[in-house]
Each structure stands twice: as C-alpha cells, then as structure tokens.
C-alpha cells in the first residue's frame, strides 16, 4: 500500500514562489514515475508535471514550461514542484500521483492560492 502526503501550498501573491512537497510510503515508490496534478475550480484535473523513477526525464504541460520544475529524492521518498513567476490562473489544489503498472495512487491535494 502507497500513502502519498502532499505539503507546501498556500497563499502567494502573483509572481511569488511556492514549493510543493509530496511525501511517499512504500518501496514502490523508487522505481515509479511520479506526477503532480492540478484541480482547477470547475475544471477537470490536469496533468502538470511527470518525472521518471530515476529523476533524469521529466514533462511539464505547456501552461507550465519555464515556470515549473519538477525533482525527486529517492533517498527520502519525496517528490518536489518547484513553481515560480505564479499567475491567479495557477489557484488550484495540487495533487501527488503515482501510477505503476495498473497501481494508481493519490494524495488528498494541497491548495495554492495566487492573488492578483
């Protein structure tokens, strides 16, 4: 069984920075793929971000490029979302994702909040 935890969402003014962090248990994790998601209000949740078990290739959605960075450290298990230059139109609630081999797994989502 997978638990994911994410943290780090908040309230930042258009611009700012904030860094996600999503907390895995199981040894699974090591050698899955992780994604970040987000909900938008109303929306349907997107695909924000992908990096591999290794954390040597990584995808980002195109709203995303440039301002965004994704990262991982196997050693403690957690997965990162590095979010710069913050738009009102990034609000949403950010879910950690795991999906291995038919085995999918969710986080219960961290808000951010970017004011104009």
């Known amino acids: 069984q997978v638990q994911l935890v994410e943290s780090g969402g908040g309230l930042v003014q258009a611009g700012g920075s904030l860094r996600l962090s999503c907390a895995a248990s199981?040894?699974?994790?090591?050698?899955?793929?992780m994604n970040w998601y987000r909900q938008l209000p109303g929306k349907q949740r997107e695909l924000v971000a992908t990096?591999?078990?290794?954390?040597?290739?990584?995808n980002y959605a195109d709203s995303v490029k440039g301002r965004f960075s994704i990262s991982r450290d196997n050693g403690q298990n957690t997965v990162y979302l590095q979010m710069n230059s913050l738009k009102p139109e990034d609000t949403a609630v950010y879910y950690c994702?795991?999906?291995?081999?038919?085995?999918?797994?969710w986080g219960r989502g961290t808000q951010v909040t970017v004011s104009s």
């Open positions: 994702n795991l999906n291995l081999r038919g085995n999918i797994y």
């Open positions: 199981g040894r699974i994790f090591r050698v899955a793929p």
């Open positions: 990096i591999s078990s290794g954390g040597d290739s990584t």
